[in-house]
């Protein structure tokens, strides 16, 4: 093959190369890229269940010590009155329970017996809790507030459970409980996740007396779907994998029907640090499938014009310099193997380079060939 067929195909073997490499680079890099967002995009939502859990809990504990401190409720207590109980506290539970997710509110009388349940008057009274209700023996026992997440007859809450005393000592302790829906919300919120509650299926179904059963499809790998602000998407990405005990968070990225999603599991501990199950949390992740796919393309176009570009540059540059050249270098050898007359190689002669000095060594051998009286 000639040179002038093979130095292009060369040519263009190595800037196709050079471009494919190039692109590939940039993709990965890319893709990179966009993986380490949707990776700092979950642990971000996880970082905020967390957070609205620990507030939550917060909440609930400021709610029951601000109770326990009034000195109208230490003293209807102290009688034992449910009356007097019922009348100052419940119309205010029940605003509270529209507006900021209060599920629970009860006295307690030590070590854990229940006397009164502000938004079930008539159910309880007198049963013991000392059983399953380790937060109301703990708090009545030691005397202190405990708060976070425990199961009880009404279910799963996130609680604060305060001691109430007065001049003449102890003489019980009342608990807020609130919803993990305000969680949820708050997730859903503010960072566009729908998110759900599992909880351990066997626990709510020894303690949580007070609550129907679910439904069955809501009982996954032994945990149960508490509460969802959108079971439909929840449901095909909560897998048994994730749904285990563990105080580990859980990252997964999971490709339902052609679209990508990101799902973060975060342990449920209940306030001794035990896992009882997660809060599981997801939203499409369409949008960064989309940046992947552009930048495919990108990384495929500017890889085309590089190669084009490349190309182009490089044929010129070895046709002006080395092909043409030696084409006319070639010829005119061609010319004085058949005694033909040859035109000068002047320009090509005049250059300080290789062929330069080939050209001009081949027009002093042309003169000294001609003043050779032989030919020889």
């Known amino acids: 093959m000639k040179i002038r067929y093979k130095a292009p195909l060369i040519v263009i073997s190595i800037a196709l190369a050079t471009a494919s490499v190039s692109a590939y680079v940039s993709y990965r890099a890319n893709v990179r890229m966009i993986d380490a967002a949707k990776a700092q995009e979950l642990r971000t939502v996880a970082t905020v269940i967390g957070n609205s859990i620990a507030s939550q809990s917060s909440k609930s504990a400021a709610r029951a010590s601000l109770v326990v401190n009034l000195p109208s409720i230490q003293e209807a207590f102290r009688r034992q009155s449910r009356e007097d109980l019922t009348k100052r506290l419940v119309p205010a539970f029940l605003a509270q329970k529209e507006q900021y997710g209060v599920r629970e509110g009860q006295f307690h009388l030590a070590p854990a017996t ?57 003489i019980g302790s009342f608990e807020v409980g609130l919803s993990f829906v305000t969680v949820l919300q708050d997730v859903k919120k503010t960072t566009g996740f729908e998110a759900a509650v599992f909880v351990d299926d066997a626990l709510m179904a020894r303690v949580a007396k007070m609550v129907p059963r679910p439904d069955v499809e809501r009982i996954i790998n032994g945990y149960q779907a ?49 896992p009882i199950g997660s809060v599981v949390a997801t939203r499409s992740f369409e949008d960064y499938q989309t940046q ?82 032989t030919g020889v």
């Open 114 to 170: 229940s006397f009164l349940r502000l938004f079930d008057l008539q159910a309880g009274h007198g049963e013991d809790l000392s059983g399953f209700r380790e937060m109301v023996v703990a708090t009545n026992a030691k005397q202190q507030l405990q708060q976070g997440v425990e199961i009880g007859r009404q279910g799963l809450s996130i609680r604060g459970v305060a001691p109430i005393s007065d001049a003449r000592g102890p």
């Open 292 to 373: 992947a796919q552009w930048a495919l393309v990108m990384a495929l176009s500017v890889a085309f014009l590089q190669a084009v570009l490349l190309t182009g540059a490089m044929l010129i540059v070895i046709n002006a310099m080395v092909i043409a050249p030696m084409a006319t270098i070639s010829d005119k050898i061609a010319l004085m193997a058949k005694r033909a007359p040859a035109p000068k190689l002047a320009g090509i002669a005049g250059t300080k380079d290789e062929l330069g000095t080939i050209a001009w060594n081949l027009e002093t051998l042309e003169e000294a060939i001609k003043k050779t009286p």
């Open 226 to 274: 508490v509460e969802a602000t959108n079971w439909q998407v929840i449901r095909p990405l909560a897998t048994p994998d994730l749904l285990t005990a563990t105080k580990e968070v859980v990252t997964k990225l999971p490709s339902v029907s052609g679209n990508d999603f990101g799902v973060v599991a975060v342990p449920v501990l209940d306030y001794k640090g035990t």
